[in-house]
């Protein structure tokens, strides 16, 4: 696809992204009852020994000898229920997510308001909506990179991504690549009645600044820097072992190595400063005078 028609999506600043409430967003009521029902169901044993415990009685026989030592696994029973909620509805969810993209895989282009395309790309964002927040709640810093994965975002080793919203589709990262605080990573754009979609590639080993915004079909080379409170064009390539800042980004810095910060350091450390020179070349003139 051109360019040129993407020009539409070329404002002062990013265009809206993000996706509208739809009767499908429901889909969250459904996933906080299938999480329940199987918490419910797990669980019904232990909760029946508490109540005997406490009671003499119990709900239904279920064949275990409660023991006052069940007290004691209460709190390892709550922090595993936190988990298996968690996982519950991220495996559930995975699985809507891949029958969504089964019905209508996704593709890149623009769509139209309404059409098939736009229906699903809001179905799959309410889908995996609620299972990576709930990742990011968790106090496991891996688990929302194994939740992005599950939803088909390309994920390299050792990559940090923090707190920042990543679009779970058409979006590559490579490894060792970390972003900061307050980003986004769009692979999709949203314009009037129109949506964008498109890939995003981010290389080995970079760094995506904070409060920056990666618009769709950016591709940033290894090593790239991406500068805080910069944002990219549709479709910009930021080149290798440069740091890249604008709004959108249009200046390029070179990285310096730590030796070379050192060295321009001590050569500012030695040079005067102009009040240093002004007062040598009043003390010439007062000579010379």
């Known amino acids: 696809m ?3 028609n993407y020009s539409k999506f070329e404002m002062d600043c990013i265009s809206t992204s993000g996706v509208y409430k739809t009767p499908f967003s429901l889909i969250i009521i459904v996933q906080l009852f299938i999480g329940g029902i199987v918490l419910f169901l797990l669980n019904l044993w232990f909760i029946n ?3 005997y415990l406490l009671t003499g009685s119990e709900f239904y026989s279920f064949g275990l000898k409660a023991e006052w030592y069940y007290w004691l696994l209460l709190p390892l029973n709550i922090y595993g229920n936190i988990l298996l909620f968690t996982f519950t509805i991220i495996l559930f969810s995975a699985g809507i997510f891949k029958l969504l993209n ?3 895989p996704p593709r890149e282009g623009i769509f139209e308001r309404g059409s098939k395309d736009w229906k699903y790309m809001h179905r799959r964002f309410w889908v995996a909506y609620f299972p990576i927040w709930l990742a990011r709640a968790l106090p496991l810093p891996w688990v929302d990179i194994v939740v992005y994965r599950f939803f088909g975002t390309r994920v390299g080793k050792s990559v940090v991504l923090y707190e920042g919203y990543v679009d779970p589709l058409f979006i590559e990262i490579g490894d060792f690549t970390m972003t900061s605080l307050n980003i986004c990573i769009f692979s999709h754009l ?18 995506v600044g904070p409060h920056t915004i990666v618009s769709p079909g950016t591709i940033m080379h290894d ?10 064009s549709i479709e910009q390539e930021l080149e290798g072992n440069l740091i ?5 980004v249009s200046l390029t810095l070179p990285i310096q190595s730590v ?3 050192q060295k321009k350091a001590e050569k500012v450390k030695l040079k005067p400063s102009n009040a240093e020179v002004n007062q040598i070349e009043n003390d010439l003139n007062l000579k010379e005078g």
């Open 2 to 4: 051109e360019r040129n």
């Open 49 to 51: 020994s508490l109540y």
């Open 102 to 104: 089964k019905l209508s």
């Open 190 to 207: 949203i314009y009037q009645d129109k949506i964008l979609i498109k890939k995003v590639k981010i290389g080995k080993a970079c760094v």
């Open 223 to 232: 090593f790239a820097v991406l500068g805080v409170n910069s944002y990219t």
């Open 244 to 248: 890249h800042i604008g709004t959108p």
């Open 259 to 261: 030796e070379d910060s």
